[in-house]
């Protein structure tokens, strides 16, 4: 099949929210549907006269195998099902192949596909690039910290650059789910638990991944999941059920994957959990009315692995074939692994279970998204082995990773200002069990990454930077394993401390302690790692905490009785000497937290726009029994959203507002002054969160609404400003209406969201 090939070119830009209206489940609405812009500007007419034309040559079987999605073998992602796949492609029964690269791979691949079926329709290969593919970057939720969005974006946009060379497609990336149960281990890939965060962030990657022209062989389909609500999952626990109210689906996790939508997102992937009792892959209110109803999505809708089959032991499917028909119903166009569409649709459409008509428009958004990415053009083009090898390791894409890793690194503590350290004239002993581990230091989910020898481990990169003006020892001493409390290695450790200057531990958890199917009870330090850095404190010397893990951990002990401490996340390939420049004060750390660390699990979920109650607790010392509150800890978390130290200090002056009320048409300009008054030159996270006072519904105590990431050198100040309109304001009301209400506002302006100065002003009636 030739056909010419016209590029496409997707708009960037994000849409207002107020855009995306809900659809009421049980109860009438003023609420009205109002479709996202299509931002793939194709040539309609000639892309709709191809596949039309080849739709009308294609037997149902054809068309149903454009809906199957099998694993190639070469990475597991979840249980195997196909060990066939190959003989299912010459069979024209796979639409796509998953977990297979390399350019010579796919092109094998391929060609099963386009010579040995009978009309050549070339597949889809799709990978889970999360954060990096060859070149590993921090997971994302590390990424999420450095509040940095072109940094994020050019590092989807690297990742993209070296999986399209090896032949991949698509990626099932990025994970939009607000999270805010740091006992799911999936926490590590995510935004962390802000929506106006989430929102920018799920932009940027969308953008990083797909760039503005599909057409471009460097260029690949991103996939917005889990829809929806998945992060929700209770008691942190993976795979679970969710259940929540109307207005909590659309104003606190809905919003992300409308943002993705509007960025132009190519795919969408359904969730595994239920909810409020339906599946989601067979939840036609979620895929049909919402998705591609109300928000006009013309992309594909993708499963995620084998959660059809999961609807039978979710108790909402008698048997897979039933499953099926539900999938299908609901809005899903493809399957993944779970091979229930090729195996039933034919069937329950003969029933009359199934309409072709169903089956035609899935097939239809698979193809076109084929024809996108020139596939029909020449089916090869992605798999260039002299491309491949132009994209591995570049110097460059290395270099970018260290600085991301840098940018996403959060200084949590840092007493008496130990750090940065000296690079000449002292020892060091760096102690733990992730002081010299290289597999550890890229974390879940990374992609085609040489976990053993590639990676620089935290030691490498200190020895590195310090040459042999520093003695640096190391010994492993503890064990990060659950329910390992070997102490064996403790007295290593301890003879190499007490002839050191400074103790740099690097403990934290095993990189497979978070990511997919990775939840937690505990968020204290696993193993017998806090019984080591407890034996250690007793020695007298100062002690710098390096934490290498996928979420917030526990760190009360720490945060009393270490000296410093530095939250690394899992940092990439060039970890260890982006911690190093961090250390040794090559580059002043500013990353902020995207996700609350609390005291203790049991104040899990908290985040930092919770609502308030009717008995509020005031941290004043005062007794007060009959309020809300633990009898044992604060209501406080150890380290607030948004927090996070630098090497120097910024002042804030008081925020001046240029109106004292803001009507329907007005916009409100928020000014605050910010002045390095360190000894460092640095950047700041300078942060705008709102609180509505009053209003129909009980509102947060504060929302993200803004953030401007600024570079002062020392003694420098800046005015830095935030614009407010009506716009910024509104909610969904008591009626499940999207809008604003008049009324008293709270504006905070500041270095985290605990950390602000205060202003009012009122939003006059506007009218909406």
Sequence with gaps: MKIKFFAIVLLGGCLLLAGAFAVSSGMKSSRQAKASSNLWHDNKAEMEAFISDLMSRMTLEEKIGQLNLLSSGWDVTGPRLQDNSKALIKEG????????????????????????????IPLLFGYDVIHGFRTIFPISLGEAASWDLAAIEKSARISAIEATAEGLHWTFAPMVDITRDPRWGRISEGAGEDVYLGMKIATARVRGYQGNDLSRVDTMLATAKHFAAYGQSQAGRDYHSTDMSERELWGTYLPPFKAA????????????????????????????????????????????????????????????????????????????????????????????????????????????????????????????????????????FLEAARDVARKSMVLLKNEGQILPLKKQGISIAVIGPLGDS?????????????????????????????????????????????NDHDQSGFAEAMAIAEKSDVIIMAMGEKWDMTGEAASRTSLDMPGSQQALMEALHKIGKPMVLVLMNGRPLALNWADDNVNAILETWYAGTMGGHAIADILFGDYNPAGKLPVTFPRHVGQVPLYYNMK????????????????????????????????????????????????????????????????????????????????????????????LKGFQKIHLAVGEHKNVSFKISAKDLSFYRQDMSYGVEAGDFKLYIGTNSMDVKEARFTLTNSGT
Excluded: C
């Design 93 to 120: 029964k796979v639409g796509a192949i998953f977990n297979a690269y390399t350019a010579e791979y796919t092109h094998e691949l391929q060609k099963m596909a386009v010579e040995k079926t009978r009309l050549g």
């Design 261 to 396: 939508l509007d960025a132009g997102v190519a795919s969408v992937m359904t969730a595994f959990n239920d909810l409020n009792g339906i599946p989601a892959t067979g939840n036609a209110l979620l895929l049909n009315d919402i998705l591609k109803g109300q928000w006009d999505f013309q992309g594909l809708v993708v499963t995620d692995y084998t959660s059809i089959n999961e609807m039978v032991p979710h108790g909402f499917a008698r048997d897979e074939k039933h499953a099926g028909e539900l999938a299908i119903n609901a809005g899903v166009d493809m399957d993944m692994q779970g091979s229930v569409f090729v195996s039933h649709l034919k069937g329950l459409v003969d029933e009359g279970k199934v309409s072709v008509v169903k089956i035609d428009r899935a097939v239809r958004r698979i193809l076109e998204m084929k024809y996108r990415l020139g596939l029909f053009e020449d089916p090869y083009r992605y798999s260039n082995e002299a491309r491949q090898q132009a994209a591995k390791k570049k110097p460059a």
């Design 438 to 482: 290289k597999q550890d230091m890229i974390g879940s989910w990374s992609a085609a990454g040489d976990r053993m020898d590639e990676p620089v481990s935290l030691l490498e990169g200190i020895r590195a930077k310090v040459g042999g003006d520093v003695v640096v020892h190391y010994a492993k001493g503890a064990s990060y394993a659950f």
């Design 612 to 703: 308030n109650t009717g008995r509020p607790y005031a941290s004043d010392g005062a007794e007060q029994k009959y309020r809300s509150r633990y009898l044992n800890t604060l209501n406080d978390p150890l380290y607030p959203f948004g927090y996070g130290l630098s090497y120097t200090q910024f002042s804030y002056s008081e925020v001046i507002l240029d109106r004292p009320s803001l009507g329907p048409k007005d916009v409100l300009t928020a000014t605050i002054n910010v002045a390095n008054s360190g000894g460092y030159d640095g950047e700041e996270v300078v942060q705008l969160y709102i609180q509505d006072v009053t209003g129909s519904v009980t509102r947060p105590v504060k929302e």
